[in-house]
């Protein structure tokens, strides 16, 4: 019956197997001749000695392993964080990311990093190929400048869309997998790492649909770890020369594409002040030692690029380091967990852990997506399973609101949209107000059994306290999800006004929405 199967999509795909083809590992014969642009000799330097070590040396310098951490918990600061390291950037500049939207802000965000190559800095991007559909990506033509190398992930051979579901069924462990890593590292010294990728609706607050994201900065010893995790995936046969997509080729593409850096650059005179303005101040701040940094102690974990390539017995079994340290954390946890989760499916050994946890004495507090606010219906409809019995248990669990005005925009003066459609995106967790957990890692089966991850372990009581505030104030434009008797009831103050709602169904969802939940449902958990 497999072999049928197989047989079938082949004589699918029959009709268009001329089409363009790439590699889909460094061993393949047409990268014989591949000769990379940055190499190892490119990082032959003491990343100490840098301007944006120096701003901050008599803190790095104070103890053994030091790093500085500070928050970034909107999607405006998020941006121009990055833009303004990079201005900073002297020596090197490595992005790794899942998506890459090919939208204005990402165009603004890559013209950032070609004008550090400009001036001599040497800058690595590493895409996933599912994530960035990387034959219409602009970045890709980046490859062409001769300080900037990009490479992807985990490529699809044959590069015709309609060829895509043949060959996910044929390659089904491999292509079901993604590079869900996310870094941003300057000089070898400073990295941002979080939950977003590079696309508006990750950091302009009034689109339509957004999402609700915690970065974080940091700078000093942790980023030697965050540099290995990049290293090997830049390494790894499975990452792709750029050089070899005819995308990254195009050379009428690449002029269209600084025609367009151009015209971002000569846009409104008053726009273009603003946008330096805001940048240089960041920069500023950074120097004047305004930014708000906890110092402490941590390392950065990541899966290793060769999971993608396990048979699915070998996935499914898989327990990584960041499985194991975050079993670890909790093991050793005695009063408190606050969990921020944009997809919480803890399976029956995260729900008989929680529930020894809650026995023991320790109370953890869930912040997930409601229906309204999540977009993938059918992780919510597994976490659903999960949540009555966590309840039960005694855990305090919230579910984020569809929208709206919520606190972190208030605080930075920016109510979102009353149309805008907000989506929780964190993946973050405290851990008795002392150690900090954050990354792309999402607590569901995709992420530890299929996907690629990275994770950020800090232990500063001073960083964990602000972080934990962040959640707890999530919780207040979130609602709250108990038990009535035999029915779930959401207890909130509806996004349009201040009074408190009691609903005993999803809030803010149609009819059509929660059948379409409960057909998901059918699915199997480990693929959702």
């Not at 061993?27 to 301007?51: C, E, G, S, W």
């Not at 062409?144 to 044959?158: A, G, L, S």
């Not at 089904?172 to 590079?179: A, I, Q």
């Not at 002392?434 to 299929?450: E, H, M, Q, T």
Request: hydrophobic share 35%.
């Amino acid at each position: 019956m497999l072999l049928s199967t197989k047989l079938s999509w082949c004589l699918l795909a029959l009709p268009l197997v001329g089409c363009t083809t790439v590699p889909t590992d460094t061993h393949d014969n047409r990268l014989n001749n591949y000769v990379p642009k940055i190499t190892a000799d490119d990082f032959n330097y003491d990343p100490m000695q840098t301007p944006i070590a120096q701003c901050y040396i008599n803190e790095l310098t104070n103890g053994t392993d030091i790093s500085g951490a500070t928050l970034i918990d909107d999607g405006i600061s998020a941006f121009v964080m990055r833009a303004a390291f990079a201005r900073m950037a002297t020596k090197t500049i490595d992005l790794q990311t899942y998506i890459y939207s090919n939208d204005l802000t990402s165009k603004v965000l890559i013209g950032e990093l070609k004008s550090a190559a400009d001036r001599g800095v040497k800058v690595r991007i590493l895409l996933d190929d599912y994530g960035t559909k990387s034959d219409v990506a602009d970045v890709m033509l980046l490859n062409q400048h001769p300080n900037i190398e990009v490479k992807v992930f985990n490529t699809v051979r044959n590069r015709s869309r309609f060829l895509f579901l043949p060959q996910l069924f044929m390659d089904f462990n491999r292509l079901n997998s993604r590079m869900h890593n996310k870094l941003f590292i300057v000089d070898n010294v400073a990295y941002i790492t979080g939950g977003r990728n590079i696309g508006s609706n990750y950091f302009y607050p009034e689109t339509s649909a957004n999402f609700s994201d915690t970065d974080v900065l940091f700078i000093g010893a942790m980023t030697k770890y965050a540099t290995k995790s990049f290293d090997e995936y830049w390494n790894h046969k499975l990452s792709i020369p750029a050089s070899v997509f005819p995308k990254a080729k195009t050379k009428r593409a690449m002029q269209k594409l600084e025609r367009k850096f151009d015209e971002i650059e000569n846009s409104g005179a008053v726009e273009k002040r603003l946008y330096n303005t805001v940048i240089s101040l960041a920069v500023r701040e950074f120097k004047q030692h305004k930014l708000d940094f906890s110092w402490g102690h941590g390392t950065f974990i990541a899966d290793p690029p060769s999971k993608v390539e396990m048979t699915m017995a070998q996935k499914e079994a898989y327990r990584g380091e960041i499985i194991k340290t975050l079993q670890d954390l909790w093991s050793k946890t005695n009063q408190s967990v606050y969990l921020s989760a944009a997809y919480f499916v803890p399976g029956m050994g995260g729900l008989e852990h929680i529930r020894r946890e809650e026995n023991s004495g320790v109370h953890v507090t869930i912040v997930t997506n409601s229906l309204s606010s999540t977009n993938s219906a059918s992780v919510y409809a597994k976490w659903e399973k999960y949540r009555t019995e966590l309840i039960k248990s005694g855990a305090d669990v919230y579910e984020f609101m569809l929208s709206a005005e919520n606190l972190r925009a208030k605080k930075h003066g920016r109510a979102r949209q009353a149309r805008g459609f907000s989506v929780l995106h964190s993946k973050s967790i405290v851990f008795d107000d002392k150690i900090s957990w954050i990354g792309s890692f999402n607590l569901d089966p995709r992420s530890a059994y299929y996907n690629t991850e990275n994770v950020a372990i800090f232990e500063s009581p001073e960083f964990a306290a602000k972080l934990r505030d962040m959640i707890i104030d999530d919780t207040k434009t979130s609602w709250h999800v108990t038990i009535d008797g035999d029915d779930v009831r959401w207890d909130g103050q509806h996004r349009t006004d201040a009074t408190p709602h009691t609903y005993y169904h999803s809030p803010d969802t149609t009819i059509f929405r929660r059948i379409w939940k409960n057909i998901c449902k059918l699915m199997p958990e480990k693929f959702v």
